[in-house]
Structures are given as structure tokens and as C-alpha cells.
């Protein structure tokens, strides 16, 4: 049987492409593009409107802790697998939340346009908070979705999809956003932007209830709620080194998270334009991590996935040092070009490889509960100290060393996926979603 970690067959370039074209892999893509801009919305966007805005840099950092609703959103994950929707319901478990969750973000989105910050800076964040609500618990029913949807040998084609997806989402909502408030304001801009929560609710509709989704007994009394929320995590470290995969989980990203959460605060400061913000920051990066994400299809598909995540991991390292490099320089457009391109590259990379190991550490009957614990784990460290003191280790240290430091903070990570790759704990991490086959995912699983 194919798995998802099973990397001995070494297929053509062309054999490489043609997955991309399938049913499900295509469904990724516009799951993706609906995932990636609330985080626009809340991130880049909102940082670069606070800054034009005249807010200060400390309080714009701050505001990154609006990203923290994301790594709580295992807290009301095992709601999306148990609890059925009544009258929508009768789409399907998964279908059923993503109309529900997809009209959750637009009404989300709509009401952060039409708040002023440089009026109330308080109702600005809790407008943001209420965005991250939205845009996790769409993540949750998202990333659900795609991975029962993808069979174990489409994980790492389907990761591609749904990243290059979530950057057509991301960065088009960014650029999409940028023009428009120059032209018409804010509030123009965001309400434009919430009809991107269409194409997954779209596509829940045309392709329907997935195959692999394993229902478990609904939950009525409290005990069965209370085993509903245990039962992830119980499963998860049932798993041999269950404490070690969780810690790599926790640091593989501290640095990458560091940097991209401040780079629109750097562009600020080097002077660079709107309009050029939108050509690099958008335009060179959309495509270099377009780029990232077809190499690193191709790499987790000939390399196997031990290797091409520890490539990434390496790539991602060494791209911070970029954003050092255009600290050091100064306006240059030919240097923004350079650490964008090369950055989303890496970025475009990891998404595919790194992603995939995530989606296949799942279990089929807590998809939903388990890919949000470890997707909410791989940023919240990173998250944490960016909200926190990533505004003041820029004014102490200056931009360079700043990023010099992250990638420092990136180099843990490495060695500790080495260590277990030598271990064997790669392979023993992996749970069903990463093994099971579309046609053995119809069972009925009684709790």
C-alpha cells in the first residue's frame, strides 16, 4: 500500500505534473485560496493600514496577537467533527460548515472595513479578534476538508494546491486591497475582499462529502463532549514520541514567523510606496512562491518526505538572512525583489512538504480536532513573541540584527526533525489520514 511517508518511487517530471489535474488536488486549490486571505486581512493588510494610519509601531506589532485565536481554535475544533448543523446538515458533516464558516468570515471581514482605527483603535482590535475567530474556524473545516478529501499518496500534490491556493487568496487580497484604499479607501477595500470566502464554499458544493470521512457517534451528554475534546489529544500521544514530534512542532517555525510578521513594518521604514509594496512585496513574491510550491511538489515527490522537509527547513532558515541583507542596504528595489522572491520561494517549498507531514500525522476520526492542535502549534511560539517584543527587539537591535536573530531561532527546529529522522520517529508519527485509502474511509467509527 502507497503511504504518505513511503518516498522510494522516483516519478518523471511528467508523472510529477499530472496529479496536479486531478479532482481533489484542484479542490485544495480553491479550499486554499478561501483559507489564505482572512490572514491577509488581519496581517499585512491591517498592519500596513495602521502604519499609513500613524499608529505606533509597538501598538502595530500588538496587533499580531489578533493571530493568536488561530492557535486556539483546537479548543472548539471538536464541534466541526461531532456536532451536526441542522437543516444545512443534510449537505454533509463537512460541506454543511463550510457554507456556515464561509458566511461567518464574510460578515467578519465586512464589519473590520467599516471600523476607523485612528478613531478607536479598541473597536479596531476587537474587529481583528473577531476576524481571527471567522478565519480559524473556516481554517478548521478547510484543512478537514482537504485532507479527507486527498488520498494518502495526493497529501503532498494537494498541500501544493491548497498553498498555491492560499497564495492566490493571501496576496491577492492583499494587492486587491492595497490599490483599492489608495484609490477609495478602507472600507471599499475590505468589503471587496470578503467575497474570497466564495471558491471553498463553491467547492464543498461541486465536489461534496468527502470519501475518507470517518463519522464518529454524535455527541449528547457532557461526558461524551468531554471525550469528544480528550480524545485527540489522547490519540496523538498514545503515539511513540508524541512529545518530541510536539515539541518540533512548537519551534520549526519561530523564526519564519518572526520575520514575516514584521517585514511590512521594514518596507515602512526603508520608505518604499505603496504601489511598490504591491509589484514586490505582491507581485514578485506570488510568483516566486508559486515557483517554491511546484519545486517542492516536485521534491516531496522524488526526495520522499524526511528529506524534503529537512530542506525546507534549511531553505526557510536561510531566508531570513535575505531581509538582513535589504536592512543593510536600504531602498533598493532590485534588493526587495531579491529577499521577496527568495524568501516566498522558500516559503512556496516548505508549504508543500511541511504541510503534508502535518496532514498525515492526523487520525481520520479527530481530522478537524488534530490538524487544528498542530497547526495552531506551529506558529503560537512565533506568534507569541512577535506580538509581544518583536517591536522592541527591533528598536533595541535595529532591523539587521533582528533578522539575523531569526534566523538564529530557526536553526533548532533543524537539528531536532534530524534527530528524529535518525530515531525513526518520523514513520511512527504518522496516523491514518497518512495510510488509509479513499474506499476504507466509509466505516461508521462508534466512540
Given at each position: 500500500?502507497?503511504?504518505?511517508?513511503?518516498?522510494?518511487?522516483?516519478?518523471?517530471?511528467?508523472?510529477?505534473?499530472?496529479?496536479?489535474?486531478?479532482?481533489?488536488p484542484?479542490?485544495?486549490?480553491?479550499?486554499?485560496?478561501?483559507?489564505?486571505?482572512?490572514?491577509?486581512?488581519?496581517?499585512?493588510?491591517?498592519t500596513?493600514?495602521?502604519?499609513?494610519?500613524?499608529?505606533?509601531?509597538?501598538?502595530?506589532?500588538?496587533?499580531?496577537?489578533?493571530?493568536?485565536?488561530?492557535?486556539?481554535?483546537?479548543?472548539?475544533?471538536?464541534?466541526?467533527?461531532g456536532?451536526?448543523?441542522?437543516?444545512?446538515?443534510?449537505?454533509?458533516?463537512?460541506?454543511?460548515?463550510?457554507?456556515?464558516?464561509?458566511?461567518?468570515v464574510?460578515?467578519?471581514?465586512?464589519?473590520?472595513?467599516?471600523?476607523?482605527?485612528?478613531?478607536?483603535?479598541?473597536?479596531?482590535?476587537?474587529?481583528?479578534?473577531?476576524?481571527?475567530?471567522?478565519?480559524?474556524?473556516?481554517?478548521?473545516?478547510?484543512?478537514a476538508?482537504r485532507?479527507e478529501?486527498?488520498?494518502?499518496e495526493?497529501?503532498?500534490?494537494?498541500?501544493?494546491?491548497?498553498?498555491?491556493?492560499?497564495?492566490?487568496?493571501?496576496?491577492?487580497?492583499?494587492?486587491?486591497?492595497?490599490v483599492?484604499a489608495?484609490?477609495?479607501?478602507w472600507?471599499?477595500a475590505?468589503?471587496?475582499c470578503?467575497?474570497?470566502?466564495?471558491?471553498?464554499?463553491?467547492?464543498?458544493?461541486?465536489?461534496?462529502?468527502?470519501e475518507?470521512?470517518r463519522?464518529?457517534?454524535?455527541?449528547?451528554?457532557l461526558?461524551?463532549?468531554?471525550?469528544?475534546i480528550?480524545?485527540?489529544l489522547?490519540?496523538?500521544?498514545?503515539?511513540?514520541?508524541?512529545?518530541?514530534?510536539?515539541?518540533?512542532?512548537?519551534?520549526?517555525?519561530?523564526?519564519?514567523?518572526?520575520?514575516?510578521?514584521?517585514?511590512?513594518?521594514?518596507f515602512?521604514?526603508?520608505?518604499?510606496?505603496?504601489?511598490?509594496?504591491?509589484?514586490?512585496?505582491?507581485?514578485?513574491?506570488?510568483?516566486?512562491?508559486?515557483?517554491?510550491?511546484?519545486?517542492?511538489?516536485?521534491?516531496?515527490?522524488?526526495?520522499?518526505?524526511?528529506?524534503?522537509?529537512?530542506?525546507?527547513?534549511?531553505?526557510m532558515?536561510?531566508?531570513?538572512?535575505?531581509?538582513?541583507?535589504?536592512?543593510?542596504?536600504?531602498?533598493?528595489?532590485?534588493?526587495?525583489?531579491?529577499?521577496?522572491?527568495?524568501?516566498?520561494?522558500?516559503?512556496?517549498?516548505?508549504?508543500?512538504?511541511?504541510?503534508?507531514?502535518?496532514?498525515?500525522?492526523?487520525?481520520?476520526?479527530?481530522?478537524?480536532?488534530?490538524?487544528?492542535?498542530?497547526?495552531a502549534?506551529?506558529?503560537?511560539?512565533?506568534?507569541?513573541?512577535?506580538?509581544?517584543?518583536?517591536?522592541?527587539?527591533?528598536?533595541?537591535?535595529?532591523?539587521?540584527?533582528?533578522?539575523?536573530?531569526?534566523?538564529?531561532?530557526?536553526?533548532?527546529?533543524?537539528?531536532?526533525?534530524?534527530?528524529?529522522?535518525?530515531?525513526?520517529?518520523?514513520?511512527?508519527?504518522?496516523?491514518?489520514?497518512?495510510?488509509?485509502?479513499?474506499?476504507?474511509?466509509?466505516a461508521?467509527?462508534?466512540?
Amino acid at each position: 500500500m502507497a503511504t504518505a511517508q513511503n518516498g522510494s518511487a522516483r516519478p518523471s517530471l511528467i508523472q510529477s505534473v499530472k496529479p496536479y489535474l486531478e479532482k481533489a488536488p484542484l479542490a485544495a486549490l480553491f479550499l486554499g485560496i478561501s483559507s489564505g486571505f482572512p490572514y491577509a486581512m488581519i496581517g499585512a493588510t491591517l498592519t500596513t493600514r495602521l502604519a499609513q494610519d500613524g499608529i505606533d509601531k509597538k501598538a502595530v506589532t500588538a496587533f499580531s496577537l489578533a493571530f493568536l485565536v488561530y492557535n486556539l481554535k483546537w479548543l472548539w475544533a471538536w464541534v466541526v467533527d461531532g456536532v451536526e448543523l441542522p437543516i444545512i446538515g443534510r449537505l454533509g458533516q463537512r460541506v454543511s460548515w463550510l457554507i456556515v464558516a464561509g458566511l461567518f468570515v464574510i460578515a467578519a471581514v465586512v464589519n473590520l472595513g467599516l471600523v476607523d482605527p485612528k478613531a478607536s483603535l479598541m473597536q479596531t482590535a476587537y474587529a481583528a479578534v473577531l476576524v481571527g475567530i471567522a478565519g480559524a474556524t473556516f481554517d478548521i473545516v478547510i484543512d478537514a476538508y482537504r485532507i479527507e478529501l486527498l488520498s494518502p499518496e495526493q497529501l503532498g500534490v494537494g498541500s501544493g494546491m491548497s498553498q498555491y491556493g492560499w497564495r492566490i487568496g493571501s496576496a491577492g487580497a492583499g494587492a486587491v486591497a492595497l490599490v483599492i484604499a489608495a484609490r477609495y479607501g478602507w472600507g471599499p477595500a475590505y468589503i471587496s475582499c470578503a467575497a474570497l470566502a466564495l471558491p471553498a464554499m463553491l467547492a464543498g458544493l461541486f465536489a461534496g462529502e468527502p470519501e475518507r470521512h470517518r463519522e464518529a457517534t454524535r455527541r449528547k451528554g457532557l461526558s461524551e463532549v468531554g471525550a469528544a475534546i480528550a480524545g485527540p489529544l489522547v490519540e496523538f500521544f498514545e503515539r511513540r514520541g508524541a512529545v518530541v514530534i510536539l515539541l518540533f512542532i512548537l519551534v520549526h517555525k519561530i523564526g519564519d514567523t518572526l520575520a514575516n510578521l514584521t517585514l511590512r513594518l521594514l518596507f515602512d521604514s526603508l520608505g518604499f510606496s505603496n504601489d511598490e509594496i504591491a509589484l514586490y512585496d505582491v507581485g514578485v513574491g506570488f510568483w516566486a512562491y508559486l515557483i517554491g510550491i511546484f519545486v517542492g511538489g516536485v521534491i516531496y515527490a522524488r526526495m520522499g518526505m524526511k528529506r524534503s522537509v529537512l530542506l525546507s527547513l534549511w531553505l526557510m532558515a536561510v531566508s531570513n538572512l535575505s531581509f538582513a541583507l535589504l536592512a543593510a542596504a536600504g531602498h533598493s528595489n532590485a534588493g526587495m525583489a531579491g529577499a521577496i522572491g527568495f524568501e516566498n520561494f522558500a516559503s512556496g517549498v516548505g508549504g508543500v512538504t511541511v504541510v503534508a507531514y502535518f496532514s498525515a500525522l492526523t487520525d481520520l476520526r479527530f481530522t478537524a480536532a488534530q490538524y487544528a492542535m498542530i497547526s495552531a502549534a506551529a506558529s503560537v511560539v512565533g506568534r507569541f513573541l512577535t506580538g509581544t517584543s518583536a517591536g522592541a527587539l527591533v528598536d533595541a537591535f535595529g532591523y539587521v540584527n533582528f533578522y539575523l536573530l531569526t534566523t538564529v531561532a530557526a536553526l533548532p527546529g533543524i537539528l531536532l526533525f534530524w534527530l528524529m529522522i535518525r530515531s525513526g520517529l518520523i514513520d511512527a508519527s504518522i496516523g491514518t489520514a497518512g495510510t488509509i485509502e479513499p474506499a476504507k474511509g466509509l466505516a461508521k467509527i462508534e466512540e
